[in-house]
């Protein structure tokens, strides 16, 4: 399996994280669980695609600098926003997909989940889905 | 206190709302509380606020998919449906597909009250305004059976009524000014506006309930 990067951005700016706390994303819970100072990158194979309420999750094998494969999440809004907004559904993403998740990471060091902000698809796609249009 | 009779034109509030209130987690986001209410808020572990608890460690109703009541409802970042019928005013919320009566035709509260998480609600029109009164709800019972007013983790009694006032602002945008009145938990009525916009779309199922499937790191109990 090629070797996937995985590519950690710290993005230190105050003004990201006022601007992201100030427009916000209308989440079902906390932004504390994740880290909105922070963005990380994590490019894998889908392995699951949970398209639920109250919010959707992607499940990404990823290997790591190790070269072990590691599982990933990214949380998602709901259903509806994603359907409304981007014609999304069940079958949006199946296992095997290829595909580039980024977000804020957990703030539990070991927890490999993320708040989603967009999608790059290996088509070179990006969607952006925290822009509610 | 008027009561518009047939003749009388009746305000058009039908259509999707949703709130237009960003970054908004109370009406009143610190209002003077009694000692009872003070008490309850300490035990609160709310998911927005400056005392934001982990999704995980929370303990607002809302990470269980039970209701909020109302206000706590249209913090809610979800659409609802407003349907005018002539005795009755059905509000369609997408969040936990509940729906929510409001009876127009003249009835009092019922003289033994059945407390239920959204609570009874009656109404009338005054003029351009849609007046709702809602009484009955459940109050705050215990730290793990958490209800609050907003998102916060403000706690109301069973004796709180909500009074709405809803008016259109335009043709894309209504207004409802909130009253709560518990003099239990707070030491004068609190009051504030609630704006919500027009949506162009229709309202979808919503299983509050799937959450027990998710395997998002997020939403599982550590």
Redesign the interface.
């Known amino acids: 399996m090629m070797r996937t990067k995985i590519n950690i951005i710290l993005v230190s700016s105050a003004i990201l994280f006022f601007l992201s ?4 994303t ?1 989440a ?7 880290d909105r100072t922070k963005s990380i990158s994590v490019t894998g194979t889908v392995s ?1 695609w ?1 398209f ?4 959707v ?1 992607i ?1 990404l094998d990823v290997v790591n600098e190790e070269g072990e494969i590691e599982t990933w ?1 990214g ?1 998602f809004q ?3 926003d994603l ?2 907004f981007f014609s999304w559904n069940k079958d949006t993403f199946k296992p095997g997909d290829q595909v580039t998740i980024i977000g804020n990471p ?1 703030r ?1 060091p070991n ?1 490999l ?1 993320m708040w989603t902000e967009a999608v790059e698809l290996m088509d070179g796609t990006h969607i952006n889905v925290r822009n509610d249009p | 206190m008027a009561i518009v009779t047939k003749a009388q034109p009746v305000p058009d509030f039908s259509g999707v709302w949703q709130r237009n209130f960003p970054g908004a987690s109370s009406l009143v986001p610190d209002p003077p509380m009694t000692s009872w209410a003070q008490e309850r808020f300490d035990l609160a572990k709310p998911l927005h606020g400056p005392r934001t608890a982990s999704a995980t460690q929370s303990n607002a109703a809302e990470m269980q998919c039970l209701p909020m009541g109302f206000p706590g409802t249209y913090y809610r970042p979800r659409p609802f449906e407003i349907i005018q019928l002539p005795n009755r005013v059905v509000m369609l919320f997408e969040i936990n597909n509940f729906w929510r009566i409001v009876y127009m035709d003249g009835r009092d509260f019922p003289e033994v009250p059945l407390h239920t998480w959204n609570g009874y609600s009656i109404g009338h029109y005054e003029e351009d305004t849609l007046v709702i009164e809602t009484r009955n709800i459940l109050g705050w019972e215990s730290e793990n059976q958490q209800r609050w007013l907003d998102r916060l983790g403000h706690p109301f009694s069973d004796q709180v009524r909500i009074i709405e006032r809803i008016r259109r602002v335009d043709a894309e945008s209504i207004v409802n000014e909130v009253s709560i009145h518990d003099p239990i938990a707070y030491e004068n009525v609190l009051t504030g506006t609630l704006n919500f916009r027009k949506r162009d779309f229709e309202l979808a199922e919503f299983v509050c309930q799937e959450l027990m499937l998710s395997e998002l790191p997020e939403m599982r109990p550590e």
């Open positions: 706390t100030i427009m916000g209308q079902h819970h906390a932004n504390s669980a994740y699951k949970q639920i309420n109250p919010h999750g499940f999440s949380e709901s259903v509806q359907y409304r957990d539990r927890v989940s």
